[in-house]
């Protein structure tokens, strides 16, 4: 069974400076890999996603993540956050038939950003 | 286009009512799934449709039940609710099924309370 582990359930941050969310992954066949964010009182966005290919993917509003197999990880970062970061960030597994529809989710990670 | 609509947004049930909610996916979208986020368990994949049939199906009892419509709008019921019912549940939709390539767009959720 794959399975995701989100090593921090908070991260508080100051703004403008980098931040790092750690996502680490189980999983003994080819992965597939999401970020998600969910702002409050909303649904998941999709930040960027590994399917195959280039390790460090580039995703929507400033994030990019690395894909590092021999460390099992997917780690997502930005090099200056912003106020509006503030969020929880979710990453994902898909399951192994590669439907995306069904994710196994991270337990989160509340990114909080502050002056 | 209009995204993922889930009716209603916020849903007070006593313990043993039944309830039902509603998901239409963007236009366009065959493929819809549903979740289930709590505090303690997290994201939960409960169910996936794909032209009017169940695809995928996740880890919870059959109190929890759903149907897609031919014009690809969803329904989940859950029946004899329990208070760990309790949680938001969100609807999302995507292109197709099984294509990795095709992200989920994800509702605001119904935040269903059973008291």
């Known amino acids: 069974a794959q399975s995701v582990t989100q090593l921090d359930s908070q991260v508080p941050v100051f703004e403008e400076a980098p931040v790092e969310l750690r996502c680490n992954y189980s999983?003994?066949?080819?992965?597939?890999l999401f970020w998600y964010v969910q702002y409050p009182n909303q649904g998941l966005q999709l930040l960027l996603k590994?399917?195959?290919?280039?390790?460090l993917v580039k995703g929507i509003n400033g994030f990019e993540a690395e894909f590092n197999k021999s460390q099992t990880s997917f780690h997502l970062r930005k090099p200056s956050v912003h106020i509006s970061d503030t969020a929880e960030y979710f990453c994902?597994?898909?399951?192994?038939?590669?439907?995306?529809?069904?994710?196994?989710f991270g337990t989160g990670t509340r990114l909080q950003v502050t002056l | 286009k209009a995204g993922v609509t889930q009716t209603p947004r916020y849903l007070i049930k006593t313990r043993g009512q039944q309830v039902t909610l509603s998901c239409s996916p963007i236009?366009?979208?065959?493929?819809v799934s549903w979740y289930q986020q709590t505090p303690g368990q997290g994201l939960q994949f409960l169910f996936e449709?794909?032209?009017?049939?169940?695809?995928n199906k996740g880890n919870f009892p059959g109190r929890f039940s759903g149907r897609q419509f031919s014009n690809s709008r969803s329904e989940m019921n859950v029946s004899t609710l329990e208070l760990g019912d309790s949680a938001l549940y969100l609807c999302?939709?995507?292109?197709?099924?099984?294509?990795?390539?095709?992200?989920?767009?994800f509702g605001n959720g119904t935040r269903l309370t059973v008291t």
């Open positions: 999302a939709s995507s292109e197709l099924i099984g294509a990795l390539n095709s992200p989920l767009h």
């Open positions: 999983s003994s066949v080819s992965v597939y």
């Open positions: 590994y399917l195959s290919g280039s390790t």
């Open positions: 994902a597994v898909s399951d192994q038939s590669g439907t995306a529809s069904k994710l196994t």
């Open positions: 236009s366009g979208h065959r493929s």
């Open positions: 449709y794909f032209s009017e049939t169940q695809r």
